[in-house]
């Protein structure tokens, strides 16, 4: 399953963006590179939509430069091979941004100056998706982990048969050849030169990446490549102990458990801030006071429920008018805001949110 999750500027961006032709497609989609014409035959209909709505409104040059980005994705084989459970684009006239996601989304075109970033919120809050280095001084394996698909493991090339292999020795428990290195001492300089190795080669596949990787492994290499290691994400907890007799299933069931307490404790923080921050106003639930807290650039994280819906609009001076008509979701609008003002924005089930308001914001300041 191949996976492209989005960085924070990649959401800032997409929230900034502005354009009256701008094409939001959220399609499902199936990791099996078998079901890659399956998938460009769900995105072939969702395009024709986009085209279709594009035409009622847009000119015809506009409407050509975006149909013809649509067509090339469409023309490209490979890029329909490697799926994840999800693919979002996000296209213009000028521009085309695509990112393949762990998440199962709804289907969903929609075509309007703004681009629709919710349900990659979604997406990018709780990913439901890690990777697993398995790490022994017998092998080291990547295994790549979703919510409920099975495990699989990564091919990566160049990667250390083994510690001793990886430091050109017989063993890794021996007398180096100067004389010098024997012992504890020895070994542990040598599983040090190993981990880099696993690391080094990781790193390209890495690059890009957000997803937490979690180590599962025995100490003292547990801690050694947890020391070097250039990956920003690595999980706090580990799978402890040696991984070795450990099957991709097995380990990706104990990382899916890392990854339901990372995200329960981050969870029951966020709560426990937002109480503290009430009783000096500077917490809010109010979709007015989120409005024009976020235009003040007052909003330093903003939890949304991720199924909310009201629709309305927000004045560049945060005042919020509620018209069931309108076309714009003020919920979506406030992240927005916030988003381009630093803050953290997250959408969360309405069961997670604090007070199971629709929106909740922790404040930089009172407003």
């Known amino acids: 399953m191949h996976i492209d999750m989005p960085t924070r500027y990649d959401l800032e961006r997409l929230a900034a963006a502005r354009d009256p032709h701008s094409v939001t497609v959220y399609l499902s989609t199936s990791s099996v590179p078998a079901d890659s014409e399956k998938n460009q035959t769900k995105a072939r209909s969702l395009f024709g939509s986009a085209v279709k709505q594009l035409q009622e409104g847009g000119d015809k040059e506009s409407v050509a430069a975006v149909e013809a980005f649509l067509h090339e994705l469409l023309e490209s084989p490979e890029f329909w091979f490697d799926m994840g459970r999800s693919l979002a684009i996000f296209a213009t006239p000028t521009s085309i941004l695509e990112f393949r996601l762990p998440n199962d989304l709804e289907d969903h075109v929609s075509v309007t100056d703004r681009f629709a970033i919710t349900p990659l919120l979604r997406a990018s809050t709780f990913p439901n998706a890690a990777l697993v280095l398995a790490i022994s001084q017998n092998g080291a394996r990547l295994v790549e982990v979703s919510a409920d698909r099975p495990a699989e493991e990564v091919t990566v090339p160049g990667m250390p048969r083994d510690a001793a292999s990886a430091v050109g020795l017989d063993s890794i428990g021996g007398r180096a050849p100067s004389g010098r290195l024997q012992g504890d001492e020895g070994r542990k300089v040598r599983l040090t030169q190993y981990a880099r190795s696993v690391d080094q080669v990781l790193r390209p596949m890495l690059n890009g990446q957000s997803l937490p990787l979690v180590i599962a492994a025995a100490e003292p290499l547990r801690s050694i490549y947890r020391n070097l290691t250039g990956y920003a994400h690595v999980a706090a907890e580990a799978i402890e102990g040696n991984p070795d007799e450990l099957t991709p299933t097995q380990l990706a069931d104990a990382a899916r458990g890392v990854l339901d307490r990372i995200y329960a404790a981050d969870l029951v923080?966020?709560?426990?801030?937002?109480?503290?921050?009430?009783?000096?106003?500077?917490?809010?639930?109010?979709?007015?006071?989120?409005?024009?807290?976020?235009?003040?650039?007052?909003?330093?994280?903003?939890?949304?429920?991720?199924?909310?819906?009201?629709?309305?609009?927000?004045?560049?001076?945060?005042?919020?008018?509620?018209?069931?008509?309108?076309?714009?979701?003020?919920?979506?609008?406030?992240?927005?805001?916030?988003?381009?003002?630093?803050?953290?924005?997250?959408?969360?089930?309405?069961?997670?949110?604090?007070?199971?308001?629709?929106?909740?914001?922790?404040?930089?300041?009172?407003?």
């Open 269 to 367: 923080a966020l709560k426990s801030t937002f109480e503290e921050r009430r009783t000096n106003g500077r917490a809010a639930t109010d979709l007015s006071d989120l409005a024009r807290a976020a235009a003040f650039g007052a909003v330093e994280t903003l939890v949304v429920d991720m199924d909310a819906v009201v629709n309305g609009s927000v004045g560049d001076d945060g005042a919020l008018t509620l018209d069931a008509d309108a076309g714009n979701d003020v919920i979506e609008e406030i992240a927005r805001r916030a988003l381009g003002t630093g803050a953290r924005v997250l959408a969360v089930r309405q069961s997670d949110m604090p007070e199971k308001a629709q929106a909740a914001g922790i404040l930089r300041y009172a407003v």
